[in-house]
């Protein structure tokens, strides 16, 4: 009797291990570092500890068979630092391009900028190359941006139900329909906390 009980111990202790274990393949977000793009060092920066997460377009339409998206996000920063905007760096914390590469923006714990009227304090700013009011998103792009929201929202302790786009903040098409439908019916959200559960996150 004994050993049926210590049996049904282990078997029980066995199962609830293995619902709270990972399943799925890791998930590993390989980030582009700034010396890839060629950056120039930023200026001095407001910090801040990101508390929420929003999801931009670039908005240039972005041929990937024409464009480098090294070269382009490069003259992001050119421009951004350049006299017409004075800002001290790169403008998101990570950028994406349409083969899915993510890359390494300004530092995370500055506040980013932004041409509209919101106050980017407390958000994590992600953009992705293109004009998705004019462009489709392709599968590589969406999968790249899941991921790296898991990622952040793991690495940085935010919650994903933060996750927004830049027009939920102020009056703008960014980041595109094509983009925006995948947050204004939920399945953005739903994909990353499903990574959350099932996925271990690795790296972090």
């Not at 083969?99 to 041409?115: A, H, L």
């Not at 941006?145 to 960014?174: F, G, N, Q, V, W």
Request: a neutral charge.
């Amino acid at each position: 009797m004994k050993v049926h009980y210590r049996l049904f111990i282990v078997l029980l202790l066995s199962a609830l291990f293995a619902g709270c274990a990972s399943t799925g393949e890791p998930l590993n977000v390989t980030i582009q570092s700034r010396e890839v793009w060629n950056a120039t060092p930023p200026r001095p920066f407001k910090v801040h500890v990101p508390d929420k997460i929003t999801v931009h377009h670039e908005g240039t339409f972005f041929d990937p068979a024409k464009h480098n998206a090294a070269d382009h996000i490069k003259r992001v920063q050119t421009w951004g630092m350049g006299p017409d905007r004075k800002w001290i760096d790169i403008p998101y914390h990570f950028l994406i391009d349409f083969d899915g590469v993510i890359y390494e923006g300004r530092n995370v714990f500055t506040v980013g900028e932004t041409n509209t009227e919101y106050d980017p304090s407390g958000h994590l700013l992600i953009s992705c190359l293109g004009n998705f009011e004019e462009q489709e998103v392709g599968e590589k792009t969406l999968n790249a941006l899941t991921e790296l929201l898991a990622y952040s929202c793991k690495k940085y302790d935010i919650s994903p139900d933060s996750i927004k786009t830049h027009r939920d903040y102020a009056k703008t098409s960014c980041p595109g329909k094509n983009m925006y439908k995948y947050f204004s019916d939920g399945t953005m959200v739903k994909r990353v906390k499903e990574i959350l559960k099932s996925r271990q996150i690795q790296g972090i």
